[in-house]
């Protein structure tokens, strides 16, 4: 099988990010509305953070403490500690996506998300896109298509916003807190902002369920049986190519959700915990 964007991690980040089609087949499958992509000085403290996570590293290496100022812009944050914007946008586009095979038990919070992050840009501007692509142009050349080629055609709409939505709620609530929190925990001195919702809520109610829905998609899609009676009767619908994503989509899926379950969420749960318990003890956490 090959990868479809073997070079998606451990490469320098430009600060500008390929933006494939956008996935078309339904409008609410677009990628519209995950951010910006380029580094700007006028954008906000908070959207630099989730933009590149480990853009915390910088912060933390000039001993900045971001999280008072997460709403102005990332100049202003630069110009308030005398820290010349050339150098943080130097230092910036040299941050490396961190790789698969890191340990990340040993390591603050933001190289884990960097590399989830990084994984849902290739899901959304490179795999999802792809995949699109070619069912709509197998439907529009084939003339006479095999039901269960046109029902995979019209599930994949609803699978790719399904996907999208729970990547813009992973991206916007959940790594933003964990972020937060792991900072707080690390530095004892900083406001964690329990405001908006607990994580461990999160998890419970929409990140485990979202991942479990995912999961069943794809073995859905890539039932043999199905698979096998459209090589049969729709091979032009299902060709080796189309196949072939479909399968690096679902192993890359299978490690994303392995990887957010198993280091992610016990992560979010933990360092929650850590910070209300330090509350219930009155401790010197700023709790808000
Ligand atoms: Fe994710
Ligand atoms: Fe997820």
């Excluded at 915390?56 to 403490?65: A, P, Q």
């Excluded at 729970?166 to 792991?182: A, M, Q, S, T, V």
């Excluded at 729709?234 to 490690?255: H, Y």
Aim: with cysteine.
């Amino acid at each position: 099988m090959v990868p479809l964007n073997a070079n998606a991690v451990s490469r320098k980040y430009t600060g500008h990010i390929p933006v494939g089609p956008a996935a078309s087949l339904d409008s609410e499958s677009s990628i519209a509305g995950f951010g910006m992509s380029t580094l700007d000085k006028d954008s906000t403290v908070k959207a630099i953070l989730k933009m590149r996570p480990l853009a915390l590293s910088i912060f933390e290496k000039h001993n900045i403490d971001p999280w008072p100022d997460i709403h102005t812009t990332v100049g202003s944050l630069c110009q308030k500690h005398k820290y010349l914007w050339s150098v943080f946008q130097s230092e910036f586009s040299g941050l490396v996506v961190p790789c698969s095979a890191t340990d990340w038990k040993p390591l603050p919070a933001y190289h884990l998300l960097d590399f989830l992050r990084e994984e849902h840009r290739e899901f959304l501007l490179v795999i999802l896109p792809s995949i699109t692509e070619a069912l709509e142009s197998a439907v529009r050349t084939s003339a006479r298509l095999h039901p269960q080629a046109r029902a995979l055609a019209q599930e994949w709409p609803a699978f790719v916003s399904s996907l999208t939505e729970h990547i813009r709620e992973e991206e916007i609530f959940l790594f933003p807190k964990i972020l937060r929190y792991d900072y707080c925990l690390r530095h004892g001195n900083a406001d964690p902002d329990f405001a908006g919702g607990s994580v461990n809520v999160f998890i419970a109610i929409r990140g485990l369920g979202n991942e479990h829905r995912q999961s069943e998609s794809i073995r859905i899609f890539l039932d043999p049986v199905r698979i096998d009676h459209l090589k049969t009767e729709s091979p032009e619908m299902l060709d080796a190519a189309l196949l072939e994503k479909l399968e690096c989509l679902g192993e890359k899926l299978k490690s994303h959700s392995r990887l957010e379950s198993d280091a992610l969420y016990p992560l979010a749960t933990k360092t929650e915990k850590a910070l209300l318990d330090a509350r219930i003890a009155g401790s010197r956490y700023k709790v808000s």
